[in-house]
């Protein structure tokens, strides 16, 4: 005993060795950040046994694990045939008797065959039609706009001046403009030299220069001066329609096809345009299915345009038609499989035959699918385990489960043994269901269970995994009830870790319902035939599905207790009920220790404000809270809040080392009486971990007085809560709270400020202490959780009126006064 109160000693003053640090507010560090965050464990032959317990406890779960949804997964390879197609019969096998039995799986392929087989329906895609038309339309009105722009051409008389002058006129560039116009005035240097015949003129110029000058000549200078400027006003308009389609980017039309669209005349221009409209009109009604090849395409085009069309417009209209016509026909699915399926539907049955001793298969020949049919019909396909199918199935189930703890020990770490032992049995549930040939799968459920457990993440990972297990696990259920299934599940996962209430969580049943019969509709509507066979038949089994999705939310709803109860598990709609102050324990704790009751109710309502705040689980800090003091009831006089003014008892005792344990010992029966409740573990944990192994300071000054007298040394570990320390943000919240709770109480007349510089001094000490080392708060967060409980504080201590006498008087003799 000696060298173990030594021992503590020695860790103590270790310790302390490193609270010489300055601690500071707001405006600097609230804690030096070189103090080091150590864990308070130690790693000795217990520890290192501890760990390789727990390892081989957690390899053993994941073996039977492993094995048990193997087992059920891989239940269809129990009894697989040796004798099957393609295999090499061992001896010659005859018919026992005369029988005939049908051949489901040739049928299947027949029936398939004649669906494959049928020519798709099509139909007209009107919006695809209406995308290709306003398409074209829009480039058309393009070039419309640009032609505006342009002005009327031509913009002369022909015979005054010619159109290729004219087209030539517009585009071509201002310096040569000017030349001519400069060569054209009276005294020109070049006036001796014949315009047609300057050098320094192309041959377009040339052209332009000599029909200018005729012009000039036969008609007079005002005519000849309205000719010129109606010439520059027709480039600037030309000129701008460039700039226009620089602007525009009018895609599948060149440059050369632009300016020859352009320079044609209005009825070139309105021949070529109704052309094209015509031609499109006349194909999109024809309609172009998907696929069609081009050059079928380029034929169609071609022998619908227009002889009327010019010459010169026409390959600009086909190459046009190509670039906007897409494929505007579809299939009609409705009208197709409408076919298919009565095309299938008169495909009879394949039925095979066999008279007694007629002999089914050869030594040594090899099994044919009319073979297997009799031999499996007859029993003698020696149906047995397939090893190799087992063995598949235990490579599947190990790969997902590998996944799941990989994806767990990412969004969810904290999870035991018995967590994983439910996690299992809610998975092997849904595959098990399949064996029965049951359609409707437990994902629902499972989503649920999880969810509320758990968190949502872990749920929406177990629905999704346990999904391709029965995917793979069995045959016989419906693609389609596996679908509606997954999203009931994956909606039930979501949703319920947000609820908190069960009226809320049966809301969630029916929109479950709702959306397994939405999907069960949508997928029949891509696979069905026609709308009567919807009405008449899929609507009723949709029905029923929803049903089955809202019966699931009603079976989990109906065993969460149990396996709360069993696992030891917590869900928001359970710390909801523990936490109603009408339960038999707290009702309790109100009577026999009326004090700890009203500081208990007070520290609440500090832990939940400061939770919230830190988006910690209000609820779960508001159970912890009721039930952490509740050891009290074993000595309630022993504290001083239910003591209501009567003489101390430990003045009467005056011995620091039992009054110590009296205190202390509200930990240990705290625990105790939880069980006896049948509390949570996470609330009982909050029972120890509230005060963690802080020093009872009050009876540990008053040893050391008495061991000064006595010459004798107090070992501290004698006045120290037993632990451990805060092991969540929601435990540590609950330690600040209640440190807190009495000396908020006390400050009744102090001010906000005086307040937070007590709440400082107790932040300070229990950090510099290291009772929130393990806790996962973090120094940023004091702050605020100190803000938080003096906003509470100012609620509580909040002032009232003061009522002169004479009202109080008035009141009182009225029967008014509150």
């Known amino acids: ?255 050369k096809e632009l300016i020859i669209l352009l320079d044609l005349t209005k009825t070139e221009w309105k021949a070529t345009k109704n052309t094209i409209l015509q031609t499109a009109e006349h194909i999109l009604i024809q309609g172009i299915p998907l696929g069609l090849p081009s050059n079928l395409l380029e034929q169609a085009v071609t022998a619908q345009l227009n002889p009327d069309i010019p010459d010169l417009t026409e390959p600009i209209a086909y190459n046009l038609l190509l670039a906007t016509l897409q494929p505007n026909l579809e299939d009609d699915k409705n009208a197709t499989r409408n076919i298919a399926e009565k095309a299938a539907m008169a495909i009879n049955s394949v039925v095979v035959e066999v008279e007694q001793g007629e002999v089914i298969v050869e030594q040594g020949e090899k099994i044919t699918q009319a073979n297997f049919v009799l031999l499996d019909g007859f029993q003698l396909s020696q149906r047995g385990v397939n090893w190799r199918g087992l063995e598949l199935s235990a490579m599947i189930v190990g790969g997902i489960v590998s996944l799941f703890l990989a994806i767990q020990r990412r969004i969810y770490s904290s999870i035991r043994h018995r967590d994983y032992l439910l996690l299992c049995l809610l998975a092997i549930s849904a595959p098990l269901l399949s064996i029965f040939a049951f359609p409707y799968t437990s994902l629902p459920a499972i989503g649920l269970l999880v969810s509320s457990f758990y968190i949502p993440g872990l749920a929406v990972c177990q629905v999704i995994l346990v999904a391709v297990l029965v995917m793979f696990s069995s045959q016989s259920v419906s693609s389609i009830y596996l679908l509606s299934g997954l999203v009931g599940g994956l909606i039930a996962a979501i949703f319920t870790g947000r609820l908190r209430s069960r009226e809320a969580i049966s809301k969630l049943g029916i929109a479950v319902g709702l959306s397994q019969i939405a999907v069960y509709l949508f997928a029949n509507l891509i696979i069905s035939s026609s709308a009567t066979t919807i009405w008449s038949a899929i609507l009723p089994d949709a029905t029923v599905c929803g049903l089955f999705g809202l019966a699931w939310i009603v079976v989990a709803i109906g065993i969460s207790p149990y396996l709360e109860r069993c696992f030891d598990l917590i869900t928001p709609i359970r710390l909801a009920e523990l936490s109603n102050p009408n339960l038999p324990l707290l009702k309790r704790l109100a009577t026999e220790a009326p004090g700890t009751f009203q500081h208990t109710m007070f520290v609440s309502s500090l832990a939940e404000a400061a939770a919230r705040e830190l988006n910690c689980n209000v609820e779960l800090v508001r159970a912890g809270t009721l039930y952490h003091d509740i050891g009290k009831m074993h000595d309630p006089l022993g504290f001083i809040e239910n003591q209501m003014g009567d003489p101390n008892k430990h003045d009467t005792i005056d011995d620091p080392w039992i009054s110590a344990e009296i205190i202390k010992k509200h930990v240990s029966e705290g625990l105790a009486i939880a069980r006896k409740y049948g509390l949570p573990k996470a609330i009982r944990d909050f029972i120890p971990q509230h005060q963690g192994t802080l020093l009872i300071v009050y009876f540990y000054y008053q040893a050391k007085q008495k061991a000064q007298e006595s010459g004798t040394i107090v070992a501290e570990a004698d006045f120290r809560y037993a632990g451990p320390v805060p092991q969540s943000r929601e435990a540590g919240i609950l330690m600040l709270a209640d440190g807190c709770e009495a000396a908020l109480r006390s400050l009744s007349d102090a001010t906000p400020k005086q307040a937070l510089a007590t709440l400082q001094k107790i932040f300070k000490s229990r950090w510099q202490d290291r009772q929130l080392v393990d806790s996962g708060l973090n120094y940023d967060e004091l702050p605020v959780i100190a803000e938080v409980f003096i906003r509470v504080w100012q609620q509580f201590n909040h002032k009232r009126i003061v009522y002169p006498q004479a009202a109080l008087d008035l009141a009182a003799k009225n029967n008014q006064l509150n």
């Not at 405006?27 to 217990?46: A, E, R, V, W």
């Not at 039977?64 to 295999?87: D, E, H, M």
């Not at 000017?178 to 001796?192: E, G, T």
């Not at 005729?214 to 010129?228: D, H, M, R, V």
Request: aromatic share 10%.
């Open 1 to 255: 005993m000696k060298s173990w109160h030594s021992l503590i000693q020695k860790i103590e003053g270790w310790r302390y060795k490193y609270q010489h640090h300055k601690f500071t507010w707001w405006g600097g560090n609230f804690f030096d950040q070189t103090l080091s965050k150590s864990h308070s464990c130690h790693y000795g032959q217990s520890g290192r046994k501890k760990h390789h317990t727990r390892l081989r406890n957690f390899i053993v779960m994941l073996v039977l694990s492993i094995t048990a949804l193997t087992s059920v997964v891989g239940y269809r390879f129990y009894n697989q045939p040796q004798l099957t197609v393609g295999k090499i019969s061992p001896l010659t096998i005859r018919a026992p008797y005369s029988a005939q039995f049908e051949d489901t799986q040739t049928t299947l392929e027949k029936r398939k065959q004649v669906q494959t087989g049928v020519v798709p329906i099509l139909k007209h895609n009107e919006e695809l039609t209406r995308e290709s038309t306003s398409k074209l339309e829009s480039y058309l009105k393009q070039i419309d706009e640009l032609r505006n722009i342009t002005a009327p051409f031509p913009f002369a008389a022909p015979q005054d001046l010619s159109l290729i002058s004219q087209k030539y006129i517009r585009f071509c560039p201002e310096s040569e403009f000017k030349s001519v116009l400069a060569s054209l005035k009276p005294n020109s240097s070049a006036q001796n030299l014949t315009l047609a015949k300057r050098p320094d003129f192309n041959l377009g110029l040339q052209k332009v220069a000599a029909e200018l000058e005729t012009y000039k000549k036969n008609n007079s200078e005002i005519q000849f001066n309205t000719l010129i400027a109606q010439i520059t006003l027709t480039r600037y308009h030309y000129s701008q329609a460039w700039k226009n389609i620089a602007q525009k980017n009018i895609t599948h039309l060149d440059e």
